[in-house]
């Protein structure tokens, strides 16, 4: 085949040019870091990539309404356990008053007592979340659920879910009701009954308070037993999502990063190949000028 | 006498031949560089020899060239145009569409704050969120339609320039035709080979040379562009039922559309206009109208936070057609975030079952006619023109490997190799100068005889 000096000029032109894109090509994958920056480099694994961040988006948002949920429990929790201590309180105080050694001005001032332990009790119950929500007022959470003067609850029995992910979900509130008779005993308004009973020296009334108090234990133990099993399913799912999140991450890596060692060597090789193509380029010129 | 006066004249013939072969190797050497240039050779020719006189005598001009050849490269370079224009039409749309965050990623932004707000549903800043997160995905595929809608008109505007272009170059070939047809100079036949190239370029097609030496140019669907000295024109003009230009070739009385059938850059540009990009704006406009739909059906169902029902969270738009453009956010939505619709009907506002329903979305097939998820609908009008644009890109690949190994073949055949002419050159020279010592010797010869006389 006829070569012509001009198509010797031409391909080693040629190959340097190509050299040259492979090097710019190289580099910005060792510099970036990424193997595949727009959708055409490799479709494929575009789409992998891109779904992987969809995905990782979903599971941002559920991530963080467990997460909200979570740290409503552990709050809930804290007030029913303030609650469980109050109550054992309320009863030591009523096994106190009950007693005939007491006097009406001595229970009076366990009465007094006793209302400043109700006093807490309610504000422990009318506990706010970050956002302003009343925690134990079930859906009606914008309305202080329990009355401050009498403990009566008016907020309804109905617990907010939380999306675990965009088909499941788990319970993310405890409502006051369990606090109140549908569950056991009217908790707050008895502490206050209670209150009003050694204030008044109602002995008869302290002592039937007794039992409503051994009651109230059990019923804050189980309620609190039960908020604590919403928080364990929540910790599960929370796991479960970060195990996700790190998988998501692998499978974006393992699509659309480089392997930067490999392209390091490649970009190496590949620079060697642009200086030898450009020293034949140089070297073809020389042996084509025709003043030579 | 009359014999050395013959050895004269065969004397002078031969320099004026061997002149003649300086002049084309000097020539070729001069058009190296030239594009599309075809080296010429000229024919020395033996005259009848002595005793009668001999000699040489230059015949015609002649050029290295394969019609074969040069039918296979108008191919190969109108595919090779095609491809190209096709892979930076592509290309600028896919940079358009992935700049920034992509929809798919705001639809799932989306989800994710409303999953966030139902988590806290009367908390001002995570509605706010919502509502945000609303807009920025409004925002979003309003200007991906624009981007789309823009790359479209592009092609067009391209088309609209590439037209009037190809008319030009199809009535410069039946000129060459002519100027071939009087002379049948190898530079004239040059010259059409590249006019051809040129226009298989612009618009695809192929040529062929009819018996009578001149060049026939019929585009894809048999429509005659170039028939011998007279040549049809190729027209644009905007079709009122798409709002682009249609392209014509117009013949006399007779108009014929080739919208649909041409082929090189502007082949291209209506398949990228017509096709690649329509397709992505139809989908996207298909995907604005279902997210509509969808994210309001639910959100109408359940209640704002003062327990209102039949809130709407988009401007929902009539028809699929163009909702991409004309999707808006809710008005009483953007201006309030307590009309985001998280508690269920008839609830209290802590209620959270709208804002799961709401959620629930992100993984339910409510685009493409119920056949996709939102995000993977979102997800695959890119995908689809990534894959567009690896395969443009791959067409490149693979034509300029077509046309770099025609374009050796060419050269190999037609190239001007300037050692080799220097070499021809060398040759002529030394055969001239030759010529001239004999002519000189039978000049001295002459000259002697003469004085002798």
Partial sequence: MRVTDHRIVDLSAAATARNQSKVAELSAEVSSGLRVTKPSD????????????????????????????HERM?????????????????????????????????????????????????????????????????????????????????GNATARGVSTDTVSSTLGTVPGSKLTATSGVDILPMLKALADALNTNDTTAIRASLTDLDTAVKQLAQTRGETGGHMAVLESAKTAHDQLSIRISESISTAVEADTVAAASDLAKASTALSVSQSVTAHVLQLLDPTK | MSNLMSLLGMGAGGIAAQNSGIAVATNNVANANTEGYSRETVSLEALIGPPLAGGVRAGDTSRYASELLASRMRTASGSLASSTASQSAISDLESALTSGTTIDTRFATLFSKIAQASATPTDTVARDAVVQATRDLVTSINGQAADISDARHGADLRIGDNVPQASQLAQQLADANKQVAKTNDPTALDKRDQLANQLSQLVGGSARIDKDGKMRFVLDNGAVLVDGVHAATLTSALDPLTGYQKVSVVDGAMTRDVTSSLGGKLGADLTFRDSTAKTAAD??????????????????????????LGHSMFIAPFVVTGAAAALKIDTTLDADSDNLALAGPGTAPGDNTGGMALYALATANVASGGTEKLTDAATGIIGKLGLAGAEAKSDVDRDSMVADNLAGLRDSLSGVDTQEE????????????????????????????????
Wanted: hydrophobic letters at 40%.
């Fill in chain 1, 42 to 69: 490799d479709p494929s694994a575009w789409l992998t990539a891109q779904r992987g961040r969809v995905m990782a988006a979903l599971n941002d948002g559920s991530n963080q309404a467990i997460q909200i949920g």
């Fill in chain 1, 74 to 154: 552990v709050s809930t929790d804290g007030a029913i356990s303030t609650l469980s201590s109050i109550v054992s309180q309320a009863r030591e105080l009523a096994v106190e008053g009950a007693n005939d050694t007491q006097t009406a001005t001595s229970r009076a001032a366990i009465g007094a007592e006793m209302q400043s332990l109700f006093e807490t009790a309610v504000s422990t119950a009318n506990t706010r979340d970050p956002s302003g929500e009343y925690l134990l007022a079930g859906t009606q959470s914008l309305t202080q659920p329990f009355d401050p003067a009498t403990g009566v609850y008016s």
């Fill in chain 2, 283 to 308: 989908a996207l406009d298909r995907l604005a109208y279902d997210a509509a739909n969808a994210f309001n059906g639910t959100h109408a169902t359940n209640a704002a936070l003062d327990g209102s």
């Fill in chain 2, 422 to 453: 220097l070499t021809n050159l060398a040759r002529f020279e030394h055969a001239s100068s030759a010529m001239t010592k004999f002519v000189s010797t039978i000049d001295d010869l002459l000259t002697g005889l003469i004085q002798a006389l």
